[in-house]
């Protein structure tokens, strides 16, 4: 684990403010953050609907596995975190996702600075991740394992290429524990740019019938400040839930993130 930054990278810049125009800069889009970790949460700038949120690591690391590892505290932050995410967007869902670049070249992220995607879903986009890496990976090109436990995400990936899939299948809840984590190894790039901020988008636009095409996400073109300030406006429940778990003793772990 590391708190280094790097220069000209967007989210080392956490003091960073407005972009200029109806866009918000980081800092003011933060939900919540953690002094004794540095982990922090923030609204996305170009999100998929209201409650697409963004798990950021402190420092520079390329994977949420190096940023993690075995850092009991930071598991702790993700415990309230989830919570928390359950609590604020009840009815949503939340679905985890990450392109972990591991320092291999393939990723295609715009960023390289680990972090996750919380989205509001529950089960539906693990489908299009599958029906992505058979019909673009091949033989030996992706190797997809389950993890009976997030933490197991730990310093064995840190250095991989890889995606991280989790969800809460089809009743979340927040004292429930996640349906599914799914690893994929990857040795090539995935088909769309910004990858997981993409798959998102295209079930919103299948559920409406629309085509949602090639996407080349520019955060510019398909930023929407309206969607940015409905998440904002549930900054101060989402804060809220977040520092009732934290405050809970370090012994009780009523929401433990193993697999049922």
Known sequence: MTSARMENCDFCEMGRESLGGEHLGLSERQLHRDVRTGLGVFADIAPVKPGHLLLLAPGHELTMAAALAEDHQ????VDAVREAYLRTFPGDGLTILEHGSGGKGHRRDCIEHAHWHLLPFEHELGEIVDADLRAVVGDGQAEKEYLSDIRALDSRYSQSNYLLYLDHGEKPGPTQPPARVCLYSLKVS???????RSVGYRHVAGATGAQAGALEWDWAIHASSNLVQQTMARQAEFARHVDSALSRPT???PLDLVVA
């Open 74 to 77: 930071r598991w702790r932050y």
């Open 251 to 253: 012994t009780s772990r």
């Open 190 to 196: 995935l088909p769309y740019q910004q990858y997981t």
